[in-house]
């Protein structure tokens, strides 16, 4: 299990923006591919954004596309997620993960949650209409 603190969350009008942090006290962070969830009210988790270990290779759902970016910073073991163009379907508790394996696959990032197994304690976001 790898430590992970999230931070950022909170309350943003439609086409702000809000960039999001993960932090980790383990220091083969850096030896993992992390990524972003999320939690819809009422829904079942769902896939946001990955960023590979090593190659920095990002993936994102379809819906986030274009709006969200990942990115990490492996000398202060932070993941991060910056997300603009907001809209009122970002509304969620976003979680950070780190996958399972230790330098897992670098040549295609994993999306379903079954990966990863250490979890942030997740952050609201609110965007409201």
């Known amino acids: 299990q790898v430590p992970l603190v999230e931070s950022g969350g909170g309350l943003v009008q439609a086409g702000g923006s809000l960039s999001l942090s993960c932090a980790s006290s383990?220091?083969?962070?850096?030896?993992?591919?992390v990524a972003w969830f999320r939690q819809p009210p009422g829904k079942e988790r769902e896939f946001v954004a990955v960023i590979t270990w090593g190659t920095d290779r990002s993936s994102y759902a379809d819906s986030v596309k274009g709006r969200f970016t990942i990115s990490r910073d492996n000398n202060k073991n932070t993941l991060y997620l910056q997300m603009n163009s907001l809209k009122p379907e970002d509304t969620a508790v976003y979680f950070c993960?780190?996958?399972?394996?230790?330098?897992?696959?670098?040549?295609?990032?994993?999306?379903?949650?079954?990966?990863?197994?250490?979890w942030g304690q997740g952050t609201q976001v609110t965007v409201s209409s």
């Open positions: 383990d220091r083969s962070f850096s030896d993992y591919t």
């Open positions: 993960a780190v996958e399972s394996r230790r330098f897992g696959s670098i040549s295609s990032a994993p999306r379903g949650a079954e990966n990863f197994g250490s």
